[in-house]
């Protein structure tokens, strides 16, 4: 009896069920793993930026003083581009090395990799009676600021790409003078109101010598 052709006919099934299998892999668990980045666009460009030549911001651009929200991104060292909206050509490239499960927030001070710097976020709520805030001084040409709440100095001696921990507050409406460190004239003068139980990031943005939007001036974020 010819034992050669069964042979081969399972030879080739099972060639085939392997190719179908490797086909139909599930990803691995590094390509499941993710971190959560928030983009903080703090320039007068409306930015969006890519990974591996896909937009990452997909719902929206990223507006002037505005943010990306925490969005699922992947980890480990990977090489984001970031560009002008309805310009083609690469702003500039920014290697990340991010964590699994871990939250950041990347701020976006200028046009090249080394106005931009990131924060590791540890984000917790307060009781309903209070929020909790941080400030960032995201201006290149401040110099060392202080900022204070109704007059109640809150953050002092803050330098360019300084990230301050999150201070509880009460809630509701607050005066928010940001003077520079040492002097007695505001260079910012704000009025916000802070609802309970929120996260908030204050940031210093704008050139001291500058015009329009890119005048020295506050902007707010709600990380929770």
């Known amino acids: 009896m010819n034992?050669?052709?069964?042979?081969?006919?399972?030879?080739?099934?099972?060639?085939?069920?392997?190719?179908?299998?490797?086909?139909?892999?599930?990803?691995?668990?590094?390509?499941?793993?993710?971190?959560?980045?928030?983009?903080?666009n703090t320039t007068t460009d409306t930015l969006n930026y890519y990974l591996n030549g896909s937009r990452v911001n997909t719902t929206s651009s990223l507006y002037p003083f505005g943010s990306s929200g925490y969005v699922g991104v992947k980890i480990g060292e990977q090489n984001y581009q970031f560009k002008r909206l309805g310009n083609a050509d690469v702003l500039f490239n920014l290697p990340l090395a991010l964590d699994t499960n871990k939250s950041y927030s990347l701020y976006?001070?200028?046009?090249?990799?080394?106005q931009s710097f990131t924060s590791l976020d540890t984000i917790a709520s307060d009781s309903l009676s209070r929020v909790k805030i941080r400030?960032?001084?995201?201006?290149?040409?401040?110099?060392?600021?202080?900022?204070?709440?109704?007059?109640?100095?809150?953050?002092?001696?803050?330098?360019?790409?300084?990230?301050?921990?999150?201070?509880p507050v009460t809630v509701g409406e607050k005066h928010i003078k940001v003077f520079k460190s040492g002097t007695t004239t505001a260079i910012s003068d704000t009025t916000r109101t802070f609802t309970a139980s929120r996260v908030y990031t204050l940031f210093a943005k704008g050139s001291l010598t500058g015009t329009g939007g890119a005048k020295f001036g506050t902007g707010l974020v709600v990380n929770r």
């Open 108 to 114: 976006v001070s200028g046009r090249s990799a080394e």
């Open 135 to 167: 400030f960032v001084n995201a201006s290149p040409d401040a110099g060392n600021l202080d900022v204070s709440f109704n007059d109640t100095l809150k953050f002092s001696v803050r330098p360019y790409k300084s990230i301050s921990v999150f201070l």
């Open 3 to 40: 034992y050669k052709l069964p042979f081969l006919i399972i030879l080739l099934l099972a060639l085939g069920f392997t190719a179908c299998k490797k086909n139909n892999d599930a990803p691995s668990a590094e390509d499941t793993l993710a971190a959560n980045l928030n983009v903080v």
